[in-house]
């Protein structure tokens, strides 16, 4: 069992950039798959980054490739998701999810414990 919560959202201008974390608590961090998804309102939550558990591969989204990081401390157990170059459609609900499974298969029903999430609004 894994407690995960996201701090980091906001505001901010298009053009901008906001750094989300997720802390997690309980055992076993180092062995999880991490990621990163958003949910428009009225619409399914959407895969956005991931991360091994030994930060070895990374995954992304198409709409954020080359604008957002994800990275992780397992030190802090804390995963890491920079945002650059916000755009408007950018603004969503921002979850960290934590998955049991080792192969990155990056949809929702694969992660096992999820955040509350937080909100990032990008105006224009």
């Not at 490739?65 to 401390?73: A, E, H, Q, V």
């Amino acid at each position: 069992q894994v407690e995960l919560v996201e701090t980091g959202g906001g505001l901010v201008q298009a053009g901008g950039s906001l750094r989300l974390s997720c802390a997690a608590s309980g055992r076993g961090f180092t062995s999880y798959l991490m990621g990163w998804f958003r949910q428009f309102p009225g619409k399914e939550r959407v895969f956005v980054a991931g991360v091994q558990s030994l930060g070895g591969g990374r995954y992304y989204g198409d709409s954020v490739k080359g604008r957002f990081t994800i990275s992780r401390d397992n030190t802090k157990n804390t995963v890491y998701l920079q945002m650059n170059s916000l755009k408007p459609e950018d603004t969503a609900v921002y979850y960290c999810a934590a998955s049991r499974g080792s192969t990155p298969v990056m949809i929702v029903e694969r992660f096992d414990f999820w955040g509350q999430g937080t909100q990032v609004t990008v105006s224009s």
